[in-house]
């Protein structure tokens, strides 16, 4: 099997998670490997992605994972000369036992630009701190999805709980920029953390 980090840029971002998965079906079909399917009466490519992300948000680490015989050299080159615009792989994994993108991807750091400078420490200490879920149309507590916080000068990193428990960046900065106010900023998604806060390689190690 084959685990790929891909960004997500240059227009792709706006581009729905189901819309993803078809384009990368094709991107497989017009690379030409091999690929397994499932079995029953509808069989569909084995290509499973990790949880989507709020639509127009850049991403610099997804992830995808592929029940495939091909093997990893060569992968990155022919996958990105055969994927649409705007999706990249960045890195290429060969893995032997099945990679639960979805569910073992726990949190992701977050650079965001622009909001006003502010003392962290009153949101980390803050236990009811909330946010507005658009979804939902109400107010809902996330201290505990924040992981971490931090200005490095004048960009905010937030480490965010993100796959089955997820705090959306967006909803974080909306109810920063209500509250400390700034310029419309840009987020961007910087890397995907597996169980216990491990990187890709650090989590394919342990298996």
Do not use: W
Not at 173 to 198: I, Q, R, S
């Amino acid at each position: 099997m084959i685990l790929i980090k891909y960004a997500k840029s240059n227009g792709a971002e706006f581009i729905p998670h189901l819309d993803t998965l078809r384009h990368f079906t094709k991107t497989i079909r017009r690379m030409g490997i091999p690929i397994n399917y499932s079995q029953g009466f509808n069989p569909h490519m084995l290509v499973y992605l990790s949880s989507p992300i709020a639509l127009g948000l850049k991403s610099e680490s997804e992830y995808c994972l592929f029940d495939t015989p091909a093997k990893k050299e060569g992968f990155l080159e022919l996958f990105n000369a055969s994927s649409p615009k705007g999706i990249r792989c960045k890195e290429v994994y060969e893995v032997e036992k099945k990679v639960n993108v979805a569910g073992d991807i726990t949190s992701a750091l977050y650079e965001i630009r622009g909001i006003n400078h502010f003392d962290v420490g009153e949101i980390l200490s803050d236990d009811s701190f909330s946010v507005f879920d658009k979804r939902a149309q109400e107010e809902k507590v996330v201290r505990e999805r924040i992981k971490k916080l931090y200005f490095d000068k004048e960009v905010l990193y937030a480490e965010l709980a993100f796959g089955n428990v997820t705090l959306r960046p967006d909803y974080l900065v909306e109810k920063l920029l209500k509250h400390y106010g700034g310029n419309h900023p840009t987020v961007v998604k910087k890397e995907a953390f597996f169980l216990d806060g491990l990187t890709a390689l650090e989590y394919l190690s342990t298996r």
